[in-house]
């Protein structure tokens, strides 16, 4: 983790002159709003709103990362536990793992009460934990995984996670991504991705570290680490309401309300913003009706 931290500075050093381009809208007009490390910064891109990492990375760069060098404190989202632990985590359904999807499983149910049979992408599915448990609940699912290591991993766990995104099948009712976007080199190609492989009625569901106004005003110190070296975007309300503007959305920070979420239709609502991971709950293809 040391190492890979230096090589970060040393990167971002040689770096700090790059163009400050915004990686979703492509805009050069930015604010600088926070600093670390003399050389990295967080800029506002003034066009899109996204939050997005000075220098930006290299999406060659950042691949070869996830594959190789990424490591996460936690324990589990890039060790991986021994044979027996797997075992005793798939005979319960991870329910005593910190990889326990139950929180996001019931916002999927506040809008699909029925699960079974419903077809759902995991986009980003690394290890195949979430998948695992949304196949127990019924559910089809078509995993995509851009890191070969993980997605073969996801065998053991009996699912077929595939590493093109070209081969994730259409008709979808859902697609889901957790702790996804805020590493991609671009979020509006997920998207673009998301309304390919969706059905006309299906919902982009998607969660992320928050970066709204409201949570840095509670807990400043969260803020400032939740972006850098692993989360080149930090997405916001604003930013998402304007990627968003002619479509139905739903947005909301944890603790999410599942009464809210099931009356939801076709309105943009944005809910309560400041609890520590941000939701977007999208119909990417079906235009909002004009007031
Ligand atoms: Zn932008």
């Known amino acids: 983790m040391i190492t890979q931290k230096i090589l970060y500075l040393l990167w971002a050093a040689h770096n700090y002159r790059s163009k400050k381009t915004c990686p979703s809208c492509g805009s050069c007009a930015g604010n600088i709003i926070d600093r670390k490390y003399i050389f990295t910064s967080l800029i506002e891109c003034r066009d899109c709103h996204l939050y997005y990492r000075h220098p930006i990375e290299n999406p060659q760069r950042a691949k070869k990362f996830y594959e190789s060098n990424y490591t996460q404190d936690d324990g589990i989202t890039t060790k991986l536990p021994d044979i027996s632990h797997l075992n005793h985590w798939m005979a319960n359904n991870f329910c005593d793992s910190p990889k326990n999807a139950t929180v996001h499983l019931s916002v999927i149910t506040n809008i699909f009460p029925d699960l079974k049979g419903k077809k759902i992408v995991d986009y980003g599915a690394s290890w195949g934990y979430t998948s695992f448990q949304f196949k127990a609940a019924g559910m089809l699912v078509n995993g995509y995984e851009m890191s070969n290591r993980r997605a073969s991993y996801a065998q053991r766990l009996g699912l ?28 509006p190609r997920v998207v673009e991705i998301a309304r390919k492989v969706l059905k006309r009625n299906g919902v982009f569901i998607a969660f992320f570290p928050n970066g709204s106004e409201e949570f840095r005003k509670i807990s400043p110190k969260s ?8 989360h080149p975007n930090y997405l916001n309300p604003e930013y998402l309401a304007n990627l968003f503007a002619d479509v139905p959305y739903y947005i909301q920070s944890s603790p999410y309300n599942g009464k809210a979420i099931s009356e939801w239709k076709d309105q943009q609502i944005i809910a309560e913003t400041d609890g520590d991971e941000l939701m977007v709950i999208v119909k990417v293809n079906q235009k909002i009706k004009q007031q």
Do not use: A, Q
Request: zero cysteines; a negative charge.
């Open 160 to 187: 077929d996670i595939k590493v093109d995104e070209t081969l994730i099948p259409n008709e979808n009712d859902i697609f889901y991504s957790s702790h996804v976007l805020e590493h991609v080199p671009s979020i």
């Open 223 to 230: 803020f400032h680490s939740l972006w850098g070296l692993v």
